[in-house]
Nanobody, 127 residues
Framework: QVQLAESGGGLVQAGGSLRVSCTGS????????VGWFRQAPGKEREFVAT????????YYADSVKGRFTVSRDNAKNTVYLQANSLKPDDTAVYFC????????????????????WGQGTQVTVSS
């Protein structure tokens, strides 16, 4: 079963920064949009960002736009989420997943259309 692996989470103070990574084995991420989602305790999983297979276009949730940046290094089969100006509301487990549709279709924010979910990485922002 294909599964991605997230890493890089941790504890950071409000206003700080963190970079989380999503790595796939082999060619797991070839020709795929990758999405980032997060889930806070007691809340539904929510969309954070997507990036196209080429890395040329990305799409963000309004709650993170201007603060988070998604990028990818296809040679390393890795996608990154740079989170700046973090707020306590950003505290959550962050997950990455592969989109089941087109390689440049970055606008689908429904988790149902993603697979290969990793175990997630905890990001905690203290006030």
């Amino acid at each position: 079963q294909v599964q991605l692996a997230e890493s890089g989470g941790g504890l950071v103070q409000a206003g700080g920064s963190l970079r989380v990574s999503c790595t796939g084995s082999g060619r797991t991420l070839d020709n795929r949009v990758v999405g980032w989602f997060r889930q806070a305790p007691g809340k539904e999983r929510e969309f954070v960002a997507t990036i196209s297979e080429s890395g040329s276009v990305a799409y963000y949730a309004d709650s993170v736009k201007g603060r988070f940046t998604v990028s990818r290094d296809n040679a390393k089969n890795t996608v990154y989420l740079q989170a700046n100006s973090l707020k306590p509301d950003d505290t959550a487990v962050y997950f990455c997943a592969r989109y089941l549709g087109g390689a440049e279709d970055i606008l689908n924010t429904n988790a149902v259309f993603y697979d290969a979910w990793g175990q997630g990485t905890q990001v905690t922002v203290s006030s």
